[in-house]
């Protein structure tokens, strides 16, 4: 799956556009922080994990705490995995580019 895909499918159930748009709008930021090394990757997925925590609190209060951490735990994974998918394939375009000049 894509960013994207992920962020779709993270924010799936909430109703509130804004709510939404605040969502993929920080972790598109994160991405951007990850691919230019601003941040450390386990600043990033800390980051990531209380994203996701509040996401799925916000869709489901009635899960008990454990399972709303374990889920957000899933949910950072999935997306570090693919923040360092697209940038190594980024990375790997770049090089490509580069010698065919």
Known sequence: MTV???????????????TRLEVARTIHYLHEVYKTGRASEAEIKKSLFEVALTVIKYKDPMLTD?????????WAEKLMNEFKMESMFALTLGRMNQFAL
């Not at 994207?4 to 556009?17: E, H, N, V």
């Open 66 to 74: 454990e399972e709303a951490k374990e889920q957000a735990k899933e």
């Open 4 to 18: 994207q895909a992920l962020i779709m499918s993270l924010i799936a159930g909430i109703q509130d556009t804004r």
